[in-house]
């Protein structure tokens, strides 16, 4: 962790907890860090609800005074007109996100996302006022024939096309091969390639850039191993997946400081 940078905990749902699941959900992390005494300010917690959910829990953030960021998962790379189904970066600002995840692998994978297309939902997000998350990451089989860093750093190059030099950005190192899998990577592994991709914002946004922005590891973070990580001069917090449906143990994700004196 850069002694600079703001932690940052984000807690992907990805397609989990409907909009009365999630105002339960946001209420007991919540409360959960309050009965721990977190320190709020030590680190940004951020939610990343389903586009059904947003405008519940964004009304239940501002209602109880609740200090997480919010974010969307996607969005399109049109800001508006005839493409059904599609979510402008436009109505995510509307709703008080923050960040916005874009690239992420399952998206990659499962709705063909080129590099091409994240390049261009990053340009939507920054339109927009809304801080894109930057997914990159190698398959197990990118890992055996190029090594780890290959792939995330022609991916980060792609995405960061066009980008300005003080644009507010985080970028997100998630292994495919470890996305759910129980096999993270270790914190040297994510070292290593998290170092590699801030020397790619400082070559496409210069050293300022470089120095603020945020990298964050992803791929099956839990309160066991999450200090590990954030030991890490170049890991600047944790996209988190599957713990992140689960209060306690997200809430132990975002104590990471108190129990292990990081
Ligand atoms: P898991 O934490 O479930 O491995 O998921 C990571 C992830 O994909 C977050 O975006």
Not at 28 to 47: F, G, N, R
Request: aromatic residues 6%.
């Amino acid at each position: 962790m850069g002694v600079n940078r703001l932690p940052l905990i984000a807690g992907n749902w990805k397609m989990n907890l409907d909009h009365l699941q999630a105002v339960a959900f946001v209420q007991k992390l919540h409360w959960t860090l309050k009965d721990a005494k977190h320190e709020e300010d030590s680190v940004e917690v951020a939610v990343f609800p389903p586009f059904t959910d947003l405008r519940t829990v964004q009304t239940l953030l501002d209602a109880d005074k609740i200090p997480f960021a919010l974010g969307a998962q996607d969005l399109s790379t049109k800001d508006s007109g005839a493409y059904t189904g599609e979510i402008s970066g436009a109505f995510l600002a509307q709703l008080d996100c923050r960040y916005v995840i874009i690239g992420h692998s399952e998206r990659r994978e499962y709705h063909a996302e080129t590099d091409e297309v994240v390049a261009a939902k990053v340009q939507a997000a920054l339109r927009h006022g809304l801080a894109p998350v930057i997914c990159v990451g190698e398959t197990a089989e990118d890992l055996e024939k190029h090594g780890a860093a290959a792939v995330p750093v022609a991916q980060l190059e792609a995405a960061l096309a066009g980008v300005a030099a003080d644009a507010d950005i985080v970028v997100a190192y998630e292994p495919v091969w470890a996305i759910g899998s129980g096999q993270a990577a270790t914190p040297q592994q994510a070292q290593d390639v998290c170092a590699k991709l801030r020397e790619v914002v400082g070559s496409a946004l210069g050293a300022d850039a470089a120095a603020r922005t945020r990298v964050l590891y992803g791929g099956s973070v839990k309160s066991a191993n999450i200090a590990g990580f954030m030991r890490e001069p170049d890991v600047d917090g944790a996209l988190v997946g599957g713990a992140s449906l689960v209060a306690d143990e997200f809430a132990a994700i975002i104590r990471y400081q108190k129990h292990v004196g990081v």
